[in-house]
């Protein structure tokens, strides 16, 4: 398998997680149950976009750019969602 056929596959990955995660977030219940996909989709789409520029790139300054940002994003984005259901909880007084 070229390296080429590794991104667009790489790629097609991230483009059907965050597909994945927006159906969720269009389906969900709740504010809370919508938070879930949020943070889902923040790895899910980052990490494999990531991959594919290390692929393409490799270790050069954009390659580890990326998963600089794709780690960033897999840290933040969970935190991100619970904290923001933490502040949905206080308000809502649940």
Known sequence: MTASA??????AVAVLAELGCVLGV???RDTLDRLHFTA???????????????????FTQPGVNALVIAA??????????????????RQSGR
């Not at 590794?6 to 790629?11: A, F, K, M, P, T």
């Open 6 to 11: 590794v991104e667009w596959l790489l790629l």
């Open 26 to 28: 269009v389906l969900a």
């Open 40 to 58: 889902a989709g923040s790895v899910a789409g980052a990490l494999p976009v990531a991959l594919a520029v290390l692929v393409r790139e490799s």
């Open 72 to 89: 960033a994003l897999a840290v933040l984005g969970p935190l991100l969602a619970i904290e923001t259901a933490r502040a949905i909880r």
